[in-house]
T-cell receptor
Framework: DTGVSQDPRHKITKRGQNVTFRCDPI?????LYWYRQTLGQGPEFLTY????????KSRLLSDRFSAERPKGSFSTLEIQRTEQGDSAMYLC???FGAGANVLTFGAGSRLTVL | QQQVKQSPQSLIVQKGGISIINCAYE??????FPWYQQFPGKGPALLIA?????SEKKEGRFTISFNKSAKQFSLHIMDSQPGDSATYFC????????????FGKGTRLHILP
């Protein structure tokens, strides 16, 4: 296991299109987090899962955003009807155990909405 | 509402010097304070972390100083090296409330060779 994998690394789309990002966490990690990072800012929390259960969603996660972790392994983050303001780096992180333990981040998926 | 305030936004230090980055928080429920380091094109990686039962933690050239009464903590990088050039994020969470990690806005550090 080489860490947290994210795919695609870069996505360019036109406004109004739907996009989906995939995250494969470290296999023994039960928690999976999605963060969004814009230029010059720190990661902003979007949502997180413990196993397959989505435990919390940020107010930043509008109804155009949906995340799933169907079997408690990989996760997908879908953005419907993309807007230019959605352009950002979407970071996935995973951790083991309960509580805010050490997060291992992936390299991120960069979204550009034209 | 920014729960973790970080300064400075950018920092330039000569090789061999001490780099100091400061953070302040408001939420007294926070009980875990990590620092993450991010290189261009990479995700953040945990550098060092502290809990409020100690005032200082040192790992190699990296030290966290923690002031619970002032609700402030800082990262000191001793003998700064060009390889330390990166963006540093302070963060906080409440492990007791099983809460997510909240990040500061980051400090872009550049070490002059």
């Amino acid at each position: 296991d080489t860490g947290v994998s994210q795919d695609p690394r870069h996505k360019i789309t036109k406004r109004g299109q739907n996009v989906t990002f995939r995250c494969d966490p470290i296999s023994e990690h039960n928690r999976l987090y999605w963060y969004r990072q814009t230029l010059g800012q720190g990661p902003e929390f979007l949502t997180y899962f413990q196993n397959e259960a989505q435990l919390e969603k940020s107010r930043l996660l509008s109804d155009r955003f949906s995340a799933e972790r169907p079997k408690g392994s990989f996760s997908t983050l879908e953005i419907q009807r993309t807007e230019q303001g959605d352009s950002a780096m979407y970071l996935c992180a995973s951790s083991f155990g309960a509580g805010a333990n050490v997060l291992t981040f992936g390299a991120g998926s960069r979204l550009t909405v034209l | 509402q920014q729960q973790v305030k970080q300064s400075p936004q950018s920092l330039i230090v000569q090789k061999g010097g001490i780099s100091i980055i400061n953070c302040a928080y408001e939420n007294t429920a926070f009980d875990y304070f990590p620092w993450y380091q991010q290189f261009p094109g990479k995700g953040p990686a945990l550098l060092i972390a502290i809990r409020p039962d100690v005032s200082e933690k040192k790992e190699g050239r990296f030290t966290i100083s923690f002031n619970k009464s002032a609700k402030q903590f800082s990262l000191h990088i001793m003998d700064s090296q060009p390889g330390d050039s990166a963006t540093y994020f302070c963060a906080a969470s409440s492990e007791n409330r099983d809460d997510k990690i909240i990040f500061g806005k980051g400090t872009r550090l550049h070490i002059l060779p």
